[in-house]
């Protein structure tokens, strides 16, 4: 069983940075990479960032491209999203997610509790 715990989380100033981390465990080599996705009230949850464990290759959604990077660490199995320049509209509940490097949330077969991100104006 994977089990994948968010940090880092807070409240910040626009303009501000934070960097998430997801750490997993139970990973099996099953699985192909790891996704961030978030979700702001009243709406669905949208992916921001994808990496493949082999590779390290990033794909990041042209929504936050430029602002958040994604890396992975696998001797760690800690994935993290740093986010720079930071908006309001960038408030959400970001979730990690174990098992593809795909944007449809229906095909991750792991996802974290959620951290809440809150950027202030």
């Known amino acids: 069983q994977v089990q994948l715990v968010e940090s880092g989380g807070g409240l910040v100033q626009a303009g501000g940075s934070l960097r998430l981390s997801c750490a997993a465990s139970g990973r099996t080599f099953s699985s192909s990479g790891m996704g961030w996705f978030r979700q702001a009230p009243g709406k669905e949850r949208e992916v921001v960032a994808a990496?493949?464990?082999?590779?390290?290759?990033?794909f990041v959604s042209d929504a936050v491209k430029g602002r958040l990077t994604i890396a992975r660490d696998n001797g760690k199995n800690t994935v993290t999203l740093q986010m720079n320049s930071l908006k309001p509209e960038d408030t959400a509940v970001y979730y990690c997610?174990?098992?593809?490097?795909?944007?449809?949330?229906?095909?991750?077969?792991?996802w974290g509790q959620g951290t809440q991100v809150t950027v202030s104006s």
């Open positions: 990496i493949s464990w082999s590779s390290g290759r990033p």
């Open positions: 997610a174990d098992g593809c490097t795909c944007w449809a949330a229906g095909n991750y077969n792991y």
